[in-house]
């Protein structure tokens, strides 16, 4: 996770989760020893919001016009990564017109019954090159995975 964080040049959250993380890693005081910490509160963050009008963490903008237009200008920025930790509806959203590069999936050995599904029963299906993956000694598996557009099926027969 830290070299995940560290490789990030600014951060783009759905409301939901930017509250979140506002509340937890922008309250804490400098722990001197955190990568994670030290990119949450030091690199640009962008939030996809109508709704938010005050941000009070450092170095965010919010994002409440065309959302699509504002994240394809962030993208063609020189500089590296734009990271969306968390934010489902908001990866979803972007999935959907062509604005994710790579998708790295955390599976934890859990079976949750309930809940928020990551990808929809309805919406545009989108097919996907693993680029890596491995397993965590706690059993977690990490996949990145390149989208490569709309899948091809094959015919039956």
Known sequence: MNGIYQRADAFLF???TY?????????WDDPGDSPIWTAL???PKYVASTSLTDPR???????SGDL??????????PGGELQVPGSGALVRSLLEVDLVDELTLFTFPV???????LFPDTGPDAALELLGSRSMPSGVTIQVYRPTGRPRYGTAG
């Open 19 to 27: 509250e979140i993380f506002a509340g937890s890693w922008g309250t």
């Open 14 to 16: 759905g409301r939901r």
């Open 68 to 77: 699509t237009a504002a994240v394809g200008e962030l993208r063609a920025e």
């Open 41 to 43: 509160n030091t690199k």
């Open 111 to 117: 079976v949750v019954g309930q809940g928020t599904r």
């Open 57 to 63: 963490w450092a170095h965010t903008t919010v994002l």
